[in-house]
């Protein structure tokens, strides 16, 4: 897939469930000493449930390219960044240049199930 990723382009993914949810780009970044480009993805229609709903937007998830791009299928459009992807970016990049945060490099449809499975999860008491 040589198609250059950037910021609002709407992608359909492997594995998809339901087959509704899409990756929207939000941002690509290089960062210095690295290889690999981090790509920052909002993902739509995922399967975890809250209480109005059974489906949630998650607002920012933070994949290495090469393995956002085995999961990539088609390109579907383009679309504005919604507007939740900003601050879980911004918190993210400032966790990571601080070196205590990091990025997936696992298939979108791997990391959707490990988000539901975390989010499900009953909160302790710290």
Do not use: C
């Amino acid at each position: 897939m040589a198609q250059e990723l950037a910021a609002g382009q709407v992608w359909s993914y492997n594995e998809a469930e339901p087959k509704t949810s899409r990756v929207i780009i939000g941002k690509v970044d290089r960062f210095d000493g690295q290889q690999d480009r981090v790509v920052s993805i909002v993902v739509t229609d995922a399967p975890i449930p809250s209480a109005s709903s059974t489906h949630q937007t998650i607002q920012h998830l933070p994949v290495a390219e090469e393995s956002l791009r085995k999961s990539l299928i088609g390109l579907e459009g383009q679309v504005e960044v919604p507007s939740g992807f900003v601050d879980g970016y911004q918190h993210w990049r400032l966790v990571y240049d601080e070196g205590k945060a990091g990025y997936f490099t696992i298939p979108v449809n791997e990391i959707v199930k490990y988000v539901g499975q975390v989010a499900g999860q009953p909160r302790t008491a710290e």
